[in-house]
């Protein structure tokens, strides 16, 4: 997959009709990047590491599925729980 593949894959899998409650976390996760599914956007420097749409679809997945299981809105702002996550996610892959 291209780097701008990867992009609209991203922005369409978050933009998908919601099927379940950890989908309405996907807007969130949108608005973390600005709607900007660009090149010039530095926060999507994660897709780097994934290489198919299974991979970012699983990214996403699995970070709606921390908000639903950890997130605690009087303990941390949604932007700092996405931030963590992709920075953590991104650690140990690269190691």
Known sequence: ????????HL???LYQEEQNYADSFKTDIAFYFDEDFSEENQQLS???NLNSKKEI???INNLTSKFVLKFDE???AENDFIDNYIN???SS???
């Open 1 to 8: 997959m291209t780097l701008n593949q990867k992009f609209q």
């Open 11 to 13: 922005e369409n899998f």
């Open 46 to 48: 994660f897709l780097n």
């Open 57 to 59: 679809e699983t990214f």
């Open 74 to 76: 009087n303990q941390e």
């Open 88 to 90: 953590t996610n991104l």
């Open 93 to 95: 892959t690269n190691q």
